[in-house]
């Protein structure tokens, strides 16, 4: 209710333990002023409950990862999941995702930094930073505080590149199935999770082709490219296609060991090139490091072109291919015959071990 004073009224309200006041120059401008701002602040409280209050970290997270599991390998969804863990764990699950900055960007980069490496620091912003373009584009998230970061310098450590003696001694310990997989690793430079999930229905006996598919693309789909088969592959192709465990399997490769995976495609390996290795008295390597060394004699041996080898790798950009050579025309099919061992051995048996 209003009251004077002085030569003006004071006009007066009280709503949720909050005082406002004001003076006019009437009683009846100091209670009309009472009753507009009751109704001014009822409503922007109405308003403010209806607004939702943006997106928290852990709702960003979950909507993320649903999408990475659809369109990513296993591999990446976990590194994915990893991340996001560190950070719900480093702001805390109800964290509202546009209260998220710069600066709070560049901390958490910096301790994980200090606490892992550069590297696996700058692994995390490339994981983070997809996933607030990701969520700009799709999710209504206004702004990525991920774009004003910058990668830590870092030394890129040269990846092992095993000998040649190496590889063949691995080769020779070798037999059946296993011997075949090695057979494809060697004959197309194919991922190992390219050969794991192969089909027969890849493999054109015929025309002397093999088709290779990758999911390391931008939005995870896959993509094929095709290779001519050297002969070597081709007879060892041809010999598990006629030896095969599983008659009625579409898959190349399938797991035979006892197990719970028995009679199903390969997923991984964890042991497989360790023992192989260690029964070839030979330092350890895996599977990626024959895909290297298939490229690093291409180039080093035989001076394949960069452009050639980066088909053959299934690579977007020949930057990538380059980081797999050491040194840097003809036809395809001439490329892919090319001795990995100088003149090629011809003693090597795919009679299981």
Known sequence: MPY????????????????????????????????????RIVKDEKKQLKEPKGTVLFEFAGKYLDYCEDHFSRKVYLEKKYVLKRIIQTW????????????????????????????????????LLA??????????????????????????????????????????????????????????????????????????????KIRIGTKKTHDGSSKYHWLDMSDDLHESLMWWWNNRTFKDSPYVFMDDNPGPHYGKPYSERRRFMNGLCERAGVKPFGFHAIRRFVASVFADTHKVSMKKIQYILGHSSVSTTERYVYNIDRDMKDTMNLPMFGSEPKNFTRKAK
């Open 4 to 39: 004077k004073e002085g030569s003006k009224w004071r006009a007066s309200i009280m709503l949720n333990g909050e005082r406002r006041s004001c003076l006019k120059d009437t009683k009846e401008e100091a209670k009309k002023w009472e009753v507009e701002e009751k109704k």
């Open 131 to 208: 996933m607030w373009n990701k969520g700009e584009s799709t999710y209504g998230v206004k702004s990525n505080p991920f774009k004003g970061t910058k990668n830590f310098p870092h030394d890129r450590q040269p990846q092992y590149v095993p000998q040649q003696d190496d590889v063949l001694r691995v080769l020779m310990a070798s037999g059946g199935q296993d011997r075949v997989m090695l057979d494809t690793v060697l004959g197309t430079a194919a991922r190992r999770s390219s050969v794991f999930r192969m089909l027969w229905e890849d493999v054109n006996f015929e025309h002397k």
């Open 92 to 127: 805390g699950p109800e964290t509202n995702v546009e209260t998220i900055t710069v600066e709070m960007a560049e901390k958490y980069l910096s301790e994980q930094k200090k606490a892992r490496s550069a590297h696996a620091s700058n692994k995390d912003r490339k994981h």
